[in-house]
């Protein structure tokens, strides 16, 4: 067998048998998830806050101070504090805050820092448990060891208590001209918290991978073991990643709305479910119930529509359930 | 298999029941054996239980109930009116005011402690009070192995000796307390068993305030020699503590340590958590305040005797003291949680959270009708106290007074009052409290008023200035930080009204959300830009409000503002010798003119309290200087009974 040959049957799926009616893996999955309808609600559902979320990026980029268009802040109008919802007007379609807000603006706002956070701190800590787990799985031996001690120390700290350790220690911080006391720290914490799982699951499976045939073959014929692990390696677990990345965006959410909750999270005056369900729960006593029943609205169908997508996604991409 | 089913039912059964059996009430309260029981809720941790440490209001509120001073205040007289506690009179002032002769009760005894030595029916003993106490309790104050929050600072410079004992004491180590016997205190002496002498530095007018201060009540030296050199042995003695090891502090763990001569006693303490104050059995014979011959009073105390004898609070005159036998304190931060209590009937008397304030309370400020008709009554005051937003003037861009004009002008007070708290407050319109007498003299300041048009003309003129200082870039944005101590809802608002009316200036306000701690340490390093402070007075004098602003009490903590201006500090040295009249008050309206002008502070409230009671709580005033009043509440145990409260 040629290298060429080596390199197709790997892009085509590794270890399992070649997919049906010569289709790819990636193929295949698209294939049954858009039969899937299920799924492709939930697609759709996380499809329109993504672009409720790109909205709100968009009125935040166009509002300017004593501009046309008046910033989140300007839209402060004591006068019209606590309006409950009410057909009269889009900015009370969900009623007001105490500042006379819209609460269904600040909904969406809310949704571009939730997918935000959710986005950013995946980008951290999915590369970073593809690459610990790869490398742990791969190499065995000292390096399996290091970093199974050090995933095994991070797991018996409980999350949260991790979470909230490294907001406080970033506190006044500044890296390379970022606030880490702001949203960016809570990427980072987010992120360096979260590899956990992928890198757990990574390992296991580079574990299986690294003994079969084409990397036998691939070893076998000179290669290096860094070009091993990228080249046939990774993009064998690569699926691992998306999973654990649409399952993490969940998590991620709900940890910005508890540290938010905490007092934790976001920065003051930048709207968030956190922020909003923290500052909205004690108005339940004088039945202002919008404001909480937006956010947690909000985030209770985003979630589920991760949630469901993700775990649909998983099972489009697991070979063994190829004929289900 | 049987056995696992009828094994399983039980425990799920158990589990169930187990709050209940528990968590009844008998458990919670600890049962009352007929004793006069209340309950209460309180919201901030007690830092402190020794009086030399005292700096915060939740452990002045605790201590002032424990530990008694020379002198108090009168109970229901207003304004404030000073009267002797532990003195037998008030103080002989020499002629040239520098020497105070102070006379003891007799018979006074402190709460019985085990460090007194235990009777032959194994009772802990007590002892009678003497002036050496008083001299400890000085010593230690001026200590250098303790470090004071507020009571040092006030009378650091004003008692003589008081800098030599410093530096003697840094010598020894601080678990030697031997210096307290071999190092003289100049300005504090024990003439005879029951008389004290102080000697002053300089003429101290608000002497006779400092001496009304719980803080400065006597220590016993058996609670050092007995808590502070010896520890549990965990056998039910003590073991002696190395000298290297020993602490010079009563600490919160100490709770039994925590003793004085006041009504109560600690019988459990947990800071953060449960707090139960039991009558102190040796208590003097102390009796409720008759009112007082109008006829001699003036005008403003005149009112005050007669509101208090038409609102009953004179009815319980001539009765002992203290009327309650227990009061257990829960610690509960979130107020809907500690509402929600005092609506059960669990506790006799609450605060309003902002949630409830329309629910509670119409829009002419009266209680409404629902709660009238359970017999709840609604008592407001207000509290000599000011808050503000502190500017840090040692800041570059806030030295700039301009720019703290223009932040003064642009923030609208009564929005927030209206806001945040319900009304529930008074425009700052000076530094000094509005119930002070001396405050119809002083000047209003032009920038404590909502004004955006002048604030933005303000602006531009602190922009220009600033731009020619090189310290701000043509067309860059004025970047600022404010530090708020908290991270609760109210903060959050706080910071987003800030944001907003700043933001009109132009400014781009990052703000931060700080525990207390964290806020006073960036406070005491100069490392907060513009923070929420505020001071309640210690005493009712305007000079306690001036002293923040005067430049060596940079040093001391108190003026945490950084402000420094030498003609405000040569009035303040003027007017600190100077006894009361009509000379000091025109003094003390050019220094808060001074004030007015330099704006080191965004003026916001004088708070005003709304409190809701049970109709079975009875004599409840609260002071607005003195702590120890818990001593007068007395609650109608059948009233409540009937009520179903607890």
Redesign the interface.
């Known amino acids: 067998m040629t290298m060429d040959a080596i390199q197709h049957q790997t892009s085509a799926g590794g270890a399992e048998p070649v997919a049906q009616r010569g289709a790819s893996l990636w193929a295949d999955a698209r294939r049954r998830l858009a039969r899937d309808r299920w799924a492709m609600l939930c697609l759709g559902i996380i499809a329109f806050y993504v672009l409720l979320a790109l909205g709100g990026a968009m009125y935040e980029a166009l509002a300017a101070?004593e501009g046309g268009i008046p910033t989140f802040?300007?839209t402060?109008n004591?006068d019209q504090?606590y309006r409950p919802p009410s057909l009269d007007s889009l900015r009370n379609l969900l009623g007001t805050d105490?500042?006379g807000r819209s609460v269904l603006l600040k909904t969406v706002l809310g949704a571009k820092v939730s997918l935000t956070v959710g986005l950013m701190s995946n980008l951290i800590a999915v590369p970073l448990g593809l690459m610990l787990g790869a490398a742990a799985g791969y190499f065995g031996r000292r390096t399996d060891a290091v970093i199974v001690w050090l995933y095994s120390t991070m797991a018996s700290v409980p999350g949260i208590v991790l979470l909230i350790a490294m907001k406080y220690a970033f506190?006044?911080v500044t890296f390379l001209g970022l606030?880490l006391?702001g949203i960016h720290g809570l990427y980072i914490a987010l992120g360096v918290t979260a590899w956990v799982g992928t890198c757990r699951y990574v390992r296991a499976e580079v574990m299986k991978v690294r003994e079969l045939e084409y990397v036998l073959a691939a070893r076998a014929v000179g290669r290096g073991n860094v070009m091993i692990l990228l080249r046939h390696v990774l993009p064998n677990v690569l699926h691992l990643g998306i999973i654990s990345f649409s399952l993490g965006v969940v998590g991620a959410i709900t940890a910005e709305v508890t540290l938010s909750y905490?007092?934790?999270g976001v920065?003051?005056?930048m709207p968030s479910w956190g922020?909003m369900i923290?500052?909205a729960r004690?108005?339940l006593?004088?039945g202002?119930w919008w404001e909480l029943a937006s956010a947690v609205g909000a985030m209770f169908l985003l979630v589920l529509a991760l949630n469901i997508f993700g775990d649909r996604l998983r099972d489009a991409l697991d070979p063994r359930l190829k004929n289900v | 298999m049987k056995y696992f089913y009828i094994i399983s039912v039980l425990v799920v059964a158990g589990l169930s029941a187990a709050p209940f059996i528990l968590l009844d009430e008998e458990n919670f309260a600890g049962g009352d054996d007929g004793k006069v029981v209340v309950y209460s809720t309180y919201a901030a941790k007690v830092d402190s239980l020794d009086p030399a440490t005292c700096g915060d209001t939740t452990s002045a509120m605790i201590q002032g109930n424990i530990y008694d001073g020379l002198y108090g205040y009168d109970y229901l007289l207003r304004p404030s009116t000073v009267e002797p506690v532990l003195a037998d009179g008030m103080p002989h002032r020499s002629p040239d005011r520098l020497v105070y002769t102070i006379k003891l009760k007799k018979g006074v005894r402190y709460a019985p402690n085990k460090c007194f030595g235990v009777g032959p029916d194994g009772r802990p003993l007590t002892r009678e009070v003497v002036a050496e106490d008083f001299v400890l309790a000085f010593k230690r104050i001026a200590d250098y192995h303790i470090t004071t929050r507020l009571t040092l600072a006030l009378i650091e410079d004003k008692i003589a000796g008081i800098q030599e004992y410093r530096d003697r004491t840094r010598a020894y180590r601080q678990g030697d307390f031997s210096r307290y016997d071999v190092v003289p205190l100049a300005g504090v002496e024990a003439v005879d068993s029951h008389t004290l002498r102080f000697t002053l530095t300089t003429p101290f007018p608000q002497f006779i305030y400092v001496l009304a201060m719980s803080s400065y009540a006597p220590i016993p030296r058996e609670v050092l020699d007995y808590y502070l050199t010896s520890e549990p042995d965990g056998k039910g003695g003590r073991r002696a503590v190395d000298v290297s090891q020993r602490r010079a502090v009563i600490s919160a763990g100490d709770f039994e340590a925590a003793v004085g001569t006041g009504p109560y006693r600690l019988s459990e303490f947990v800071s953060g958590g449960n707090i139960v104050l039991t009558r102190n059995e040796a208590y003097r014979e102390e009796y409720y305040p008759s009112p007082p011959d109008l006829a001699t009073l003036d005008e403003r105390h005149r009112q005050s005797v007669q509101q208090a004898i038409d609102e009953g609070l004179y009815n319980d005159a001539g009765k002992r003291i203290p009327f309650i036998d227990t009061n257990y304190m829960q610690f509960i931060q979130e107020d809907?949680t500690a509402?929600g209590l005092f609506t059960a009937g669990r506790t006799d008397v609450s605060g309003i959270?902002s949630?409830?304030f329309?629910?509670a309370v119409t829009p002419t400020a009266e209680i409404s009708g629902a709660f009238r008709a359970k017999g709840i009554r609604l008592e407001k005051y207000g509290s000599p106290a000011i808050y503000w937003l502190a500017f840090n003037v040692d800041d570059p861009l806030l030295s700039n007074k301009s720019l703290r004009q223009a932040l003064s002008l642009s923030f609208d007070v009564d929005?927030y009052v209206?806001?945040l708290f319900n009304g529930r407050g008074r425009r700052a319109v000076n530094i000094i409290p509005s119930d002070m007498p001396e405050f119809a003299d002083m000047p209003v300041s032009r920038y404590a008023r909502y004004d955006p048009q002048a604030a933005m003309e303000k602006m531009k003129q602190a922009r220009a200035e600033l731009e020619a200082a090189g310290l701000v870039a043509p067309g860059e944005k004025i970047k600022l930080t404010l530090d708020l101590g908290g991270?609760?809802?109210m903060q959050?608002?706080m910071?987003?009204?800030a944001?907003?009316y700043f933001?009109r200036l132009?400014v781009d306000l990052?703000?931060?959300?700080n525990d207390w701690p964290t806020l006073q340490e960036k406070v005491h390093n100069k490392r907060a830009q513009i923070y929420s402070m505020g001071w309640h007075s210690d005493y009712p004098d305007p000079e306690n409000f001036l002293q923040l602003f005067y430049s060596p009490n940079i040093m001391r903590g108190t003026n945490n503002t950084n402000y420094s201006n030498k003609l405000f500090d040569q009035l303040y040295e003027q007017i600190a010798t100077m006894d009361p009249g009509p000379e000091r008050t025109a003094i003390y309206a050019r220094m808060v003119e001074m004030i007015n002008e330099d704006c080191p502070q965004l003026l916001l409230t004088e708070p005003v309290s709304f409190v809701l009671m049970h109709p079975w709580v009875r004599n409840y005033r609260p002071h607005p200087i003195g702590y120890g009043t818990f001593k007068y509440r007395r609650v109608d145990q059948e009233l409540r009974k009937a009520a179903g409260g607890m």
């Open positions: 101070p802040e300007e402060i004591f504090s105490w500042a506190k006044n606030n006391g905490l007092g934790l920065e003051v005056g922020t923290d500052g004690m108005e006593h004088a202002r | 809907t509402w959270p949630q409830m329309n629910t929005r209206d806001v991270r609760e809802n959050r608002r910071g987003e009204m944001r907003y933001g132009g990052h703000v931060e959300l």
